[in-house]
């Protein structure tokens, strides 16, 4: 398995370039960009999502190759309570894109979880980890230098980040044709309005029956809104991940013996303190 993990070995400057070298730094991330995507699909104007998610999406349409996408230059935001599946499905977002030939980009997120994202879909040999930028202290500027080379760039959200920032990344990413995915912590929100807005409600692990077993699949509700047209309400039942990978749960059976999503699904979602409540 390999997976390229980017290590920010100084500083990065403001994106207002106010402190020396700064401009460089951001060139250096810039060129790292592109190179990563020689193969950009800049005629299609919506990036390949997995035929799951389809429903999630609303009128954006299909890519000129007839499968579901999400259109170039969108803000997508994902959120979710802390284990119910919120990064997964960020992963989830980008897998299509890396199997189709795009590179994408994860900021903020520790390269620990390629195996995961591996499961989900995702082509590890077109994922770039920045796992380092928020801890940097400039995130923004992080962003924004990815933003002009790679497809999609899902980005952990750090606390307090400004709404002239998020603006402009969301400028950026219309600018560029890319697609810009924060994934926002618990109880936080896009301090600038997004395209599509994503958030898991509810998640139900199946495998583990009477206290003992293994994990198998995890059933989950996300539920969709966004502007414009999209901007009615709608909800997807998924399994992420299930036997085999992503897929619409309501097309597939449960476990033999797992419970269904709903009265459950507290009590399921966090699996070690079911284990030892069984």
């Known amino acids: 398995m390999r997976v390229m993990v980017v290590a920010l070995a100084r500083p990065v400057g403001d994106p207002g370039g106010d402190r020396r070298g700064s401009d460089g730094q951001a060139a250096d991330l810039r060129a790292l960009a592109e ?15 997995l035929p799951a998610l389809a429903g999630l999406l609303g009128p954006s349409g299909p890519s000129e190759r007839g499968e579901p996408g999400l259109r170039r230059g969108a803000t997508a935001t994902v959120a979710g309570e802390r284990g119910l599946g919120a990064t997964s499905l960020a992963y989830a977002l980008v897998a299509a894109a890396t ?6 980009a994860v900021v903020g997120l520790p390269a620990a979880h390629a195996p995961a994202a591996a499961h989900l879909g995702v082509a590890l040999e077109r994922l770039a980890f920045v796992p380092d930028a928020a ?13 002009d080379g790679v497809d999609l760039v899902v980005a952990a959200v750090p ?23 924060p994934l926002l912590p618990a109880g936080a929100s896009w301090v600038e309005g997004a395209d599509l ?19 198998q699949a995890r059933e989950v509700v996300v539920a969709a809104t966004g502007r414009g047209a999209a ?35 507290a009590r399921m979602a966090d699996p070690i303190r079911h284990r030892a409540s069984g």
């Open 99 to 104: 199997q189709a030939g795009s590179w994408a």
């Open 35 to 49: 190179r990563l995507a020689p193969s950009r699909l800049a005629r299609d104007r919506t990036v390949p999502v």
């Open 231 to 265: 901007g009615r309400e709608r909800s997807v039942r998924l399994w992420l991940p299930g036997h085999e990978g992503v897929a619409v749960a309501d097309r597939l059976a449960p476990t033999r013996g797992s419970p269904p999503l709903g009265a459950g699904a």
């Open 159 to 181: 606390p307090g980040l400004r709404a002239p920032d998020a603006r402009k990344l969301a400028a950026r990413a219309r600018e560029r044709g890319s697609v810009l995915v």
């Open 135 to 147: 801890t940097l202290g400039h995130w923004p500027t992080v962003v924004a230098a990815l933003l």
């Open 197 to 215: 807005r994503l958030r898991v409600v509810a998640a139900a692990w199946h495998g583990v029956e009477a206290g003992h077993g293994f994990l």
